[in-house]
């Protein structure tokens, strides 16, 4: 099995700092691509950002150059700094991974955390 476990969220004034982390455990081998998705009250899941495991990185236009991904494949964990929050960045986050190859080199694809809360506050 694996599982991914967020941490990180919480309550932050506008203009404040958040800096959400993900850790994937289990059997890993390889994670292709890990990412961050969000869904606020009535509103469908949206992408925040995604990164490969070669660094190549994905925004969502409404976070680019505040929020920044970042991942350390050795600990199959990934980040998300995000500054300059906005009480419209208000939503409970998801940790994703995709593509993951584990140890006994069966594939899984579209793994999600439990969520972690983000309240920005005007």
């Known amino acids: 099995q694996v599982q991914l476990v967020e941490s990180g969220g919480g309550l932050v004034q506008a203009g404040g700092s958040l800096r959400l982390s993900c850790a994937a455990s289990?059997?890993?081998?390889?994670?292709?691509?890990m990412g961050w998705y969000r869904q606020a009250p009535g509103k469908q899941r949206e992408l925040v950002a995604t990164?490969?495991?070669?660094?190549?990185?994905n925004y969502a236009d409404s976070v680019k150059g505040r929020f920044t991904i970042s991942r350390d494949n050795a600990k199959n964990t990934v980040y998300l700094q995000m500054n300059s929050l906005k009480p419209e960045d208000t939503a409970v986050y998801y940790c994703?991974?995709?593509?993951?190859?584990?140890?006994?080199?069966?594939?899984?694809?579209?793994?999600w955390g439990q969520g972690t809360q983000v309240t920005v506050s005007s």
């Open positions: 994703n991974a995709d593509r993951v190859l584990r140890s006994d080199y069966v594939r899984v694809y579209d793994i």
């Open positions: 289990g059997n890993i081998f390889s994670i292709s691509v």
């Open positions: 990164m490969s495991s070669g660094g190549s990185t």
